[in-house]
């Protein structure tokens, strides 16, 4: 009974020694890290394989987008906050679907707009990867009217 | 008609068996018990050597596949959480959703 119970102990022991090197081998350290610190742009350049040349030209990219993504966003807030103004005083349903399609309108600019610079960055990735990129995440841009924020659902 | 008393019955009762006795007897069945215990495990593992390895193949295949699996699991979830915070920096709309209420995101 005794030798059985050590068998059967070692037998586990393999398995988890198997199991954990399994995960080791198979683990991407570089993709956990950059999802520890929510560094999307660390993600970008391992997940990508940028060269330092092209994370630094997308960089600069995305610096240059950042000021046009901040007038959408004041934008679409803006329109946003009138239409619940709207809502809340009892305006008529004609004043609420102007601003609605108000809404609607900067939102779709912004998506436009989202969907330029991300091909606009994927023309920067080595081949194949940019095709990747856009794959990855043009669906999910797309989808934000329907699911609210963006879904990331990358196995979907 | 033979009637006269069978001998061999006397003579099976008359039959008495006087072993040699044996002093060393009771040690020796105990030392064989304990001799069968401290079977050493190395010699208990060649004994069921075919049991042994199809238990040992059976863990290191699942344990391999299940660390290769977690690793996956892994990957996607980060992958997720990455692509999450990436829009969420170049889309104005999710900026602006997290500005009207930022109690909701994180």
Redesign the interface.
């Given at each position: 009974m005794k030798?059985?119970l050590?068998?059967f102990l070692?037998?586990?022991a393999?398995?988890?020694?198997?199991?954990?090197?399994?995960?080791?081998?198979?683990?991407?350290d570089a993709?956990?890290a950059?999802?520890q610190e929510?560094?999307?742009m660390k993600?970008?350049r391992t997940?990508f394989h940028l060269s330092d040349a092209q994370f630094a030209a997308i960089s600069k990219l995305?610096e240059d987008?950042?000021v046009e993504?901040?007038?959408?966003?004041a934008?679409?807030?803006s329109a946003?906050a009138q239409l619940a103004a709207a809502e809340k005083s009892g305006q008529p349903a004609a004043t609420l679907a102007a601003l609605r399609r108000k809404v609607a309108e900067r939102?779709l600019a912004?998506?436009t707009?989202?969907g330029v610079?991300l091909r606009k960055v994927a023309a920067l990735m080595p081949p194949g990867q940019g095709e990747r990129y856009l794959q990855?995440?043009l669906p999910?841009?797309e989808n934000?009217g329907h699911q609210?924020?963006?879904t990331?659902?990358?196995?979907g | 008609m033979n009637t006269s008393p069978d001998p061999l019955s006397g003579f099976l009762q008359r039959w008495r068996i006087a072993p040699p006795g044996d002093p060393q007897f009771r040690t020796a069945v105990w030392a064989r018990l304990q001799a069968a215990r401290d079977t050493r495990w190395v010699v208990y593992v060649r004994q069921h050597a075919a049991a042994s390895c199809a238990a040992l193949a059976l863990a290191v295949v699942a344990g391999g596949w299940l660390g290769q699996w977690q690793a996956h699991r892994q990957a996607t979830q980060d992958r997720e959480v990455l692509a999450t915070t990436y829009l969420a920096e170049i889309d104005a709309r999710v900026i602006a959703d997290t500005r009207a209420a930022p109690h909701e995101h994180h």
């Open positions: 030798n059985f050590l068998t070692a037998v586990l393999a398995g988890a020694l198997a199991a954990g090197a399994f995960f080791r081998w198979h683990c991407d993709l956990h950059a999802a929510h560094d999307a993600w970008l997940e995305h987008y950042s993504c901040a007038d959408h966003c934008a679409i807030g946003r939102e912004c998506r707009a989202i610079h990855m995440l999910r841009v934000y609210g924020a963006p990331v659902r990358l196995d | -």
